[in-house]
């Protein structure tokens, strides 16, 4: 295979910014380039040096002016809910159950299972997430479909088939021993095979028992190198049903230590109403609290609060959460994330936010070796960003002065156009993908 070396000005962070002008933080290249080699990266810095040591068969990618970014990282949505985006007007437990259990039913049919995740994976692909963290259905086929859609397509994915043995209906409900036998089988065909990760997925407390979680135990401890995802205090009624069947707990964090599911690979979605002990919790168990800004705006679940997790020393990541997230996109859910923190009284400069979708929540997965930042040796998952896609943004960018501005433009009005490109693994695949489903569809 050729080389490729993908042109453009490159931006890449190196560390969490500290301020809106911590230029310290992050390497850009304004005439700058990206060498691609067998799928990772060979080298990263100036286009004119870079090409004269490429040698003659390389491929270029002009991809001026556009910026060139580590491919952007998902950490937390549903993968069966594809298809129930924008379901209206209901809050959590009554949303479940009116929307989202009626619609993963659906996934007991592996052709459906098959069909939904080549768009989720075609959907993310299409707005620049190259890495995404997902719940599948309860139905082991719908694990098979997910991570053959992302090995199809050559993408690093995490997920899992989720537990649930109560409080949802009987075609969705395993039993203890099922769930682990299942999810022992799914860890032993899928984890570490090409970029497939496993996350060991007991839904929520509120779908399993004393005795499923005793069995998530066993898993977490057998499989220490898989992750494990669940949720978290994301609306009030939740924590009082949730408290209410586990007694003996302290809080609804307490639900989860208590059963040893926290860990440093623990992603728990939402985490809006921890009081400080629950957050020094996840501080001393290194558990990550997953923020997911437009799917709490939409359920009407409530703010989260990033400055008390900063100053408690807890790690906390962004996600789209679809389906009650409302876009695939992590443009504009960093667009929501920073109004929510706004009404917080806290600011999100537009540095942290793309440091958030790269290298940050590549760090909160352990991944930064891999992805989330642009250097050599990495896998070339790369992002091609456009901040004139859009009349409005075109408009709005001649009058931008720094790159700090540009990247809140894109933040703030961007979405899946602003998107020239997407490589997974060096091969371009958003135009491709868009060509594919089109032939499909027109056959």
């Not at 556009?66 to 950490?75: E, W």
């Not at 399993?208 to 057998?222: F, G, I, K, W, Y």
């Not at 009407?300 to 807890?314: I, V």
């Not at 789209?320 to 859910?333: I, K, N, P, Q, R």
Request: proline content about 3%; glycine content about 8%; charged content about 25%.
């Amino acid at each position: 295979m050729k080389d490729l070396l993908i042109r453009g000005r490159v931006l890449t962070f190196i560390e969490e910014p500290q301020g809106i002008d911590d230029t310290q933080s992050y390497l850009t290249v304004e005439d700058g380039a990206v060498l691609v080699r067998d799928g990772k990266i060979a080298a990263v810095g100036d286009y004119a040096e870079i090409r004269r040591t490429a040698g003659a068969d390389v491929t270029i990618a002009d991809h001026r002016p556009h910026l060139v970014l580590p491919g952007l990282i998902d950490t937390h949505l549903h993968f069966p809910q594809t298809q129930a985006i924008a379901s209206y007007g209901a809050q959590l437990l009554e949303w479940l159950n009116t929307y989202i259990f009626v619609e993963e039913q659906k996934f007991a049919a592996p052709e459906h299972a098959g069909f939904v995740a080549g768009r989720f994976m075609d959907e993310l692909i299409a707005n620049g997430t190259t890495t995404a963290v997902a719940y599948c259905s309860v139905h082991p086929q719908s694990v098979d479909a997910y991570f053959a859609a992302a090995a199809e397509r050559g993408m690093l994915m995490i997920g899992g088939k989720v537990m649930m043995d109560r409080n949802a209906p009987e075609a969705l409900r395993d039993t203890p021993q099922q769930g682990y036998d299942e999810t022992r089988r799914l860890i032993d065909k899928w984890h570490g095979r090409g970029r497939a990760q496993y996350a060991i997925s007991p839904r929520f407390a509120i779908t399993s028992t004393p005795a499923q979680m005793e069995m998530s135990r066993a898993l977490v401890a057998e499989h220490p190198d898989c992750y494990v995802q669940t949720h978290l205090s994301e609306n009030r009624d939740e924590i009082a049903f949730a408290t209410s069947l586990f007694t003996a707990a302290k809080d609804y964090t307490d639900i989860y230590a208590h059963y040893g599911l926290l860990t440093e690979r623990t992603l728990l979605g939402h985490c809006i109403y921890l009081s400080d002990r629950e957050i020094s919790v996840l501080a001393e168990t290194g558990a990550v609290g997953v923020f997911c800004p437009t799917s709490n705006l939409f359920l009407g679940s409530g703010l989260f609060d990033r400055d008390r997790f900063d100053r408690l020393g807890a790690r906390w990541s962004v996600a789209t959460d679809v389906g009650a997230g409302t876009s695939f996109s992590m443009l504009e859910t960093m667009a929501e994330a920073y109004k929510v923190l706004h009404l917080n009284g806290q600011r999100l400069s537009p540095l942290n936010s793309f440091y958030r979708m790269t290298l940050g929540n590549a760090r909160v997965l352990g991944l930064q070796d891999k992805i989330g930042s642009l250097h050599a040796g990495a896998d070339a998952d790369i992002v091609i960003l456009d901040s004139s896609a859009k009349p409005a943004m075109e408009l709005r960018m001649r009058t931008a002065t720094s790159l700090a501005e540009e990247l809140f433009i894109l933040q703030t009005m961007g979405d899946d156009r602003c998107v020239a490109e997407t490589y997974v693994a060096g091969k371009a695949m958003k135009g491709r993908r868009i060509a594919a489903r089109r032939e499909l569809e027109t056959a």
